[in-house]
C-alpha cells in the first residue's frame, strides 16, 4: 500500500467515524422531544428553508456570474450551494455554545430536503447532470440517522448509560475531526495549487462568508439560535455533493473542487464557531449546571 492510498483510508475511516462517533454523542446528550420542540417553531423552519435552498443557491449563481471562473469550478460551486444538511453542523454549533438540540433538528430537517431538493433541482440548473436520491440517501441514513436513533434509544431507556457514554463519543468525534482535517488538507495540497489563479478559491470564499451572512440576517437576536442558522447556513452537505460530483463530473475539476470546498470549510468554520461561542455569555441555566457539577 502507498503513501497516498494509506493516506485516503485514513481520511474516509477518520470521517465514518467522525460522523457516526458525533451523532452518537448528540443522540446520547438529547431526547427525540428536545430536537422536535424547536422545529414546531414554523417561522424558523421557514427561514431555514429558504436560506439553504433559495438564497445560498442564488449566491452561488451571483458569484459564478460576477467571478470569471472555468465551468468545471462553477459546476461544483451549484453543487455545493445545493447540498444542505451537514454531519458537521451540531459540532460546530457545540463549538459557538448554540443550541444543540436545534442544530441536530435542523442537520435532519435540511438533509431530508436535500435528499428531495437534488434530483428536482439540480439538472434544470445544471445540463446533463443525473442525481439519484437514493444514492445520496443510503449513507446519510446509514451513517447519521441509525446512530443518532441508537443514541437516542440507549438515552431513553438507560439515561445513566446514555451519561456514562457520551463524552467518550464526543472526545472520539472530535479527535477524528482533527485527524480528517489534517489527512484531508496533506490529500488535497496538489488540488488547492491547481486552484491559486483560477479565481476559484476566491469564489469559495465569498461564497462561505455569504452563506454566513444570511444566516446571522435570517437568526434573529437569540445568539443561541443565530449561531445555528449562521453555521447551518454555510456549512454544506459534503457527503451529497460529493456523491453527485464523483458520478456527473468524474475526470474534470469539479470533484477535487468540491473537496477543496469541503476542507476550506471547515478550517472556516470551526474557528467561526469557536469564536462565536468565546463572545456568547453563559445562560442562566449552563451557569446552574456547572455549579451543580462542581
Known sequence: MSTSQFLTALAQIS?????????????????MAMILKPLRNVRLVVLALVANFALVPLL????????????????????????????????????AKGDIALGVGMMVLLMVVTIVYLPLVLPWLLSGVSVSAWDIAKSLVVLMLIPLAVGLLVRWHSPDTAAKYQPLMNKVSTVSLLVLLVVGLGLNVSNIVDLIGTGGIGALLLFIIGSLV??????????????????GTAQRNLSAAIVVAAQ????????????VGAIVLLLIL?????????????TTAETSAGVQAS
Not at 15 to 31: C, E, Y
Not at 222 to 231: C, F, K, N, T, W
Not at 270 to 282: K, Y
Open 214 to 231: 444570511i444566516g446571522l440576517l435570517l437568526g434573529g437576536r437569540d445568539p443561541e439560535i443565530r449561531s445555528v442558522m449562521s453555521l
Open 248 to 259: 456527473n463530473f468524474a475526470g474534470g475539476m469539479t470533484l477535487p473542487f468540491v473537496l
Open 60 to 95: 452561488a449563481y451571483g458569484i459564478v456570474s460576477v467571478i470569471p471562473i472555468e465551468e468545471s469550478l462553477k459546476d461544483g460551486l451549484i453543487i455545493l450551494s445545493c447540498a444542505a444538511g451537514a454531519p458537521f453542523l451540531p459540532k460546530l454549533v457545540q463549538g
Open 270 to 282: 470551526l474557528p467561526t464557531a469557536r469564536r462565536m461561542g468565546s463572545h456568547r455569555l453563559p
Open 15 to 31: 470521517g465514518v467515524l467522525f460522523v457516526v462517533a458525533s451523532m452518537l454523542a448528540m443522540g446520547l446528550s438529547l431526547t
